[in-house]
């Protein structure tokens, strides 16, 4: 996906020393080395790790796994991880990475989409509110069928 110069895909080992800083921002220190590692094990479990790339280094993350559940005949997907370098908020990178999560866990036949947000972050609630998602709990959840 690609947008106004903006572009989200799937996350690669190369990307790993730029992910590794933005995770830095968020106090998540991570060998470079071993997140690229990770990043390619990912490849191969049941979701995906989203890179939105503008201009230079990674600019957000978005990471999503499915699981089945008894609630529901179709798994659920949800947000593990969801990042946007602080200098880049507020234009629409972690809106666009939740609507490529969704587009890729409607095409893997899931049926709801989840995000848990921490006490600690009211401004995620606001973010949740304001892209379709309805608050279920402690977690927020938004429907991946068509309304």
């Known amino acids: 996906m690609s947008r106004f110069g ?23 220190a991570v060998d470079p080395c071993d997140l690229a590692d990770r990043l390619t ?17 990674p ?11 008894l609630e529901d005949a179709r798994p659920t997907a949800q947000i593990t991880t969801l990042l946007v370098d602080p200098e880049e908020r507020r234009v ?5 990475l939740v609507k490529a999560a969704a587009q890729a866990a409607r095409a ?5 989409l989840e995000l848990g947000v ?19 709990g402690s977690r927020f959840a938004r ?3 068509k309304q």
């Open 59 to 69: 600019s957000g993350l978005l990471l999503w796994h499915w699981y089945p559940t």
């Open 92 to 96: 629409g990178i972690g809106r666009l």
């Open 6 to 28: 903006l572009e989200i895909r799937a996350a690669t080992a190369a990307e790993a020393p730029g992910l590794a800083t933005l995770l830095a921002t968020a106090g998540h």
């Open 143 to 145: 429907s991946l069928r």
């Open 118 to 136: 921490p006490a600690s972050a009211p401004f995620l609630r606001e973010f949740c509110l304001a892209t379709g998602f309805a608050e279920v």
């Open 41 to 57: 094990t990912l490849r191969d479990a049941p979701g995906a790790a989203l890179v939105a790339l503008r201009w230079g280094p």
């Open 108 to 112: 893997a036949g899931c049926g709801k």
